[in-house]
Every structure is written in structure tokens, then in C-alpha cells.
């Protein structure tokens, strides 16, 4: 599967943004779909997943209540909406796929990853 990351952009903290991420290829609907990012100097981390029909969803704790991740699998297509978003969000975020079960927090779970869009918030 091929996964396309767009969505990210500048904002001023406070603002808000979505993130998408299409995928091509086989069929969606088997893959559970997480959200990484990583900022300059720092390790990916994990932000968000959700499982293959969209009925579990799981977040890092810094944005539980901000980011609300969903998926759309006849537009095989995963959403990130980030809202209240901080100069700490400040990042290259990143989408992820597996086949093996799931959702995961940990990035070796994961098979198939996007190409990164960044995220500037401005304080």
C-alpha cells in the first residue's frame, strides 16, 4: 500500500488543522492507520491510531482531547483534526499502516509509512 500525507501547514498556536492521508493499493479497510511525529532533534513518537473499522481509536496523552483521528475507507482515506494546537505539536507528522492486528503505539508495528507533512504552530 502507498501512503500519501498532506494537510500540514503554519498556524498560529491555538489554531487548527486536518490532516489526511490517502492511501492506494490494496485494500484499505485491512490496515489499522496511525499518526507519528517528530520534531527536529527528537525521536518519532507515536500521536494517534485507529483500528481497521474505525471503532477504536487510541492517543498519546499530550493530545488526548485536542486530535481526534477517524478514517473514511471508501475514500480509503484517515483523518488527523487537530484542534488547540500548541507550538509543542511543532513537527513532521507522519502516517503509518499494519496488516498485523492492531492499532499499535510502537512505530515497529508498522509496515508501510507516508512521506511526512509538516506542522509549524507559531506562538
Known amino acids: 500500500v502507498q501512503l500519501q500525507a498532506s494537510g500540514g501547514g503554519l498556524v498560529q498556536a491555538g489554531g487548527s488543522l486536518r490532516l489526511s492521508c490517502a492511501a492506494s493499493?490494496?485494500?484499505?479497510?485491512?490496515?489499522?492507520v496511525a499518526w507519528f511525529r517528530q520534531a527536529p532533534g527528537k525521536e518519532r513518537e507515536f500521536v494517534a491510531a485507529?483500528?481497521?473499522?474505525?471503532?477504536?481509536?487510541s492517543y498519546t496523552s499530550s493530545v488526548k482531547g485536542r486530535f481526534t483521528i477517524s478514517r473514511d475507507n471508501a475514500k480509503n482515506t484517515v483523518y488527523l483534526q487537530m484542534n488547540s494546537l500548541k507550538p509543542e505539536d511543532t513537527a513532521v507528522y507522519y502516517c503509518?499502516?499494519?496488516?498485523?492486528?492492531?492499532?499499535?503505539?510502537?512505530?515497529?508495528?508498522?509496515?508501510?509509512w507516508g512521506q511526512g507533512t509538516l506542522v509549524t504552530v507559531s506562538s
Open positions: 485507529v483500528s481497521r473499522n474505525g471503532g477504536f481509536t
Open positions: 493499493g490494496r485494500i484499505f479497510s485491512s490496515y489499522a
Open positions: 503509518a499502516s499494519t496488516t498485523s492486528g492492531g492499532p499499535f503505539i510502537t512505530r515497529e508495528r508498522y509496515d508501510y
